[in-house]
């Protein structure tokens, strides 16, 4: 069956531009999730969805990061003003209440 | 502060050979373990969980995972491991919904 989807795969941007990156989850999965890997830093938490509604968004790492979701399906993460550091690949993850999250490829973001 | 440690960050060996994987958790309360492995240019895979019940859990692929209450650990082993199971895996601990994850460590299996 289909999983979790994200788009765009690439993403080259230049600092201070601003990206939003999607997220797809599995169809019926009430709960998503937003992580970021990169070197130096392994896999970070950045906020979590049940619903539409964010009851953690403690792993957002400043105002310039914001996620929303909508109709309890699609999210989107969208970053303002991109900085070097932003760098990184972006996971989103879905799961059924209660079970094992399943991941997306990421979407890899670069800015220049 | 909670944490997840992995013991080992890379880990070199021969096909045949045993793997074991260490990690522990600084969590107090009831806690949902998980072993993820991500193989090169592949999303993150679940090899394996713990939720309760049985403190030895078997995944996928031959791996298993014993989850020793007493010291807050989780390792993962396999007793003969493949070239195919080189790869990048991660120990996680889920916590008030969120996963927290270890730093991972790099395998590498050679011929």
């Known amino acids: 069956g289909a999983g979790v989807s994200q788009s765009p795969s690439n993403k080259v941007t230049e600092k201070g531009k601003d990206v939003e990156l999607r997220c797809d989850p599995i169809?019926?999965?009430?709960?998503l999730y937003w992580y970021r890997q990169s070197l130096g830093q392994g896999l970070e938490f950045l906020i979590y969805?049940?619903?539409?509604?964010?009851?953690?968004k403690s792993g957002l790492p400043s105002d310039r990061f914001s996620a929303e979701r909508t109709g309890g399906s699609v999210s989107t993460l969208t970053i303002q003003r991109t900085q070097q550091e932003d760098s990184a690949v972006y996971l989103c993850?879905?799961?059924?209440?209660?079970?094992?999250?399943?991941f997306g490829d990421g979407t890899r973001l670069s800015i220049l | 502060a909670q944490s997840v440690s992995q013991h080992n960050h890379h880990v070199i060996l021969s096909e045949a050979a045993s793997l074991e994987l260490g990690c522990n958790y600084s969590?107090?309360?009831?806690?949902?373990l998980f072993w993820y492995v991500q193989y090169p240019g592949q999303h993150l895979q679940l090899l394996l969980k713990?939720?309760?019940?049985?403190?030895l859990v078997k995944g996928i692929k031959g791996f298993e995972a014993e989850f020793i209450k007493s010291k807050f650990s989780f390792n993962l082993r396999k007793p003969s491991v493949q070239w195919s199971d080189t790869a990048e895996y991660f120990c996680?601990?889920?916590?008030?919904?969120?996963?927290?994850f270890g730093a991972g460590t790099q395998v590498v299996v050679t011929p």
């Open positions: 993850a879905s799961s059924p209440p209660d079970q094992p999250q399943h």
């Open positions: 169809s019926g999965h009430t709960a």
């Open positions: 969805f049940q619903g539409n509604s964010a009851p953690d």
């Open positions: 969590y107090g309360g009831t806690v949902n």
């Open positions: 713990y939720f309760s019940g049985d403190p």
């Open positions: 996680a601990v889920k916590s008030w919904g969120k996963l927290q």
